[in-house]
Structures are given as structure tokens and as C-alpha cells.
């Protein structure tokens, strides 16, 4: 059964501060995708990282990915409160299909 | 550009009422999905579609059909609503490796 985890579930940081989240899956897969939901709305992609070792940044978001560890990572560099939303990671696991993680809410107080 | 128009964007039904959920895409993509997405959850993949004609189980499937007659369109049929059909449906299509999400249809079952 494949499957995709996020940690923490919850993340709760000053603005400031730095943190990362991670994504866990537990199988091959030839994509990784992240992205930012905010309440009562869709999903906006951030990044999407297609091969191991690749590393894309965008403001203080930057993503990266280790394939041979079945790890993403999306670190945050001085956070601000608008980063606040739920963050999901999807792996494409070699098919079109899109299966996502649990995600990582994420809330930036001052 | 529309992008992907899902309709209703809320509804009501009661337990035992069917209703269909329309997806809409006018961007010639070839593969189409259906997730849900329970409070403070993940999306979970319900119905997939590789083209006109072909669609498949995703990862919660049961309580659903699905039809694809075009290429534009993939309704998602519920019959006999259950309290457990409680959600939020997104729609989603894709070509090669870019997903563009529906607005989300919010259904509540009474």
C-alpha cells in the first residue's frame, strides 16, 4: 500500500524562525509535488521536483528531494505570518495518479 | 481560461438522495480525477480517468461511479448519499506533469 507522510501534523512558529516539514513515502516515485491550501480553498501548487537532488526556492519556501531516501523536504526561512495554511506533499509513484500526504498545518504568530 | 469549473460549489442532500457533481476542464487534458477531502485531512484519490471511455478505482471508490463520454467532461454520481459522503470533491486534470484543481464542490449529507 503506498503511502505518503507528513511531519509534523502541526506546526505552530514564530515569524522569524525556521522550520522544516517533511515528506516520507514509501514507495518509487518519479515526482514530488507541494502545496499550499488555504482555509475553504483549493490547492496552489508550489513546487514541483522531478528528479533526486533537485532544489527549488520561492521567496522563503524551498523544496528539495532525496529520492534514495524517499524524502522531500520544504524549509521555511524566516517565516511570516501570511505563510499560514495547511502545506500538502503528492508523489506521482510512477503513475499519472496523485497520492497525497496527510499534510502540515501551519500557523505563524508574531 | 476556465480551467477546471466544478459545480455545485455546495449542497445539502439528505440521507438516500443521489446527485451528480460536475467537472468541467477546457484544457484538452487527457487525464481527469476525483478526490475528497475530509476535515483536516489529505485528499484521497476516488476516481481516475486516462481518457474518453476509460476511467478506474482509485483509492476510495465505494459509494461512487463515474462516467467520461468526452474529454471535457467527468461528472462524479453519488447514489444513495450517505452521512460519510460528507466532504469536500475536488476535480483535477492533468497533462504530463501539471495539475490544475477545481474550485471544490462542499457537500454536506443529512
Known amino acids: 500500500e503506498l503511502k505518503v507522510e507528513q511531519n509534523p501534523l502541526f506546526l505552530s512558529m514564530q515569524e522569524g524562525k525556521n522550520y522544516t516539514i517533511y515528506c516520507n513515502y514509501s514507495?518509487?516515485?518519479?515526482?514530488l509535488y507541494w502545496y499550499r491550501q488555504d482555509p475553504g480553498k483549493s490547492l496552489e501548487s508550489l513546487f514541483v521536483l522531478l528528479s533526486n537532488g533537485a532544489v527549488k526556492q520561492e521567496g522563503r519556501l524551498m523544496a528539495s528531494l532525496d529520492t534514495k531516501a524517499r524524502l522531500s523536504t520544504l524549509h521555511i526561512t524566516a517565516a511570516v505570518h501570511d505563510l499560514s495554511a495547511t502545506y500538502f506533499c503528492?508523489?506521482?509513484?510512477?503513475?499519472?495518479?496523485?497520492?497525497f500526504g496527510t499534510g502540515t498545518r501551519l500557523q505563524v504568530f508574531p | 481560461n476556465a480551467g477546471v469549473t466544478q459545480t455545485p460549489k455546495f449542497r445539502i442532500l439528505k440521507i438516500g438522495q443521489s446527485m451528480t457533481l460536475q467537472c468541467a476542464q477546457d484544457m484538452n487534458h487527457n487525464y481527469m480525477y476525483w478526490y475528497r477531502q475530509d476535515p483536516g485531512m489529505g485528499l484521497k484519490l476516488i476516481y481516475y480517468s486516462v481518457g474518453a471511455g476509460i476511467t478506474d478505482k482509485g483509492e476510495v471508490p465505494n459509494g461512487y461511479n463515474v462516467s467520461r463520454s468526452t474529454t471535457e467532461d467527468f461528472p462524479l454520481r453519488l447514489e444513495l448519499a450517505a452521512p460519510s459522503q460528507t466532504s469536500v470533491y475536488f476535480c483535477?486534470?492533468?497533462?504530463?506533469?501539471?495539475?490544475?484543481f477545481g474550485s471544490g464542490t462542499r457537500l454536506t449529507v443529512v
Open positions: 503528492a508523489g506521482g509513484f510512477n503513475t499519472d495518479k496523485l497520492i
Open positions: 514507495t518509487t516515485s518519479d515526482r
Open positions: 483535477a486534470s492533468s497533462q504530463r506533469f501539471g495539475y490544475t
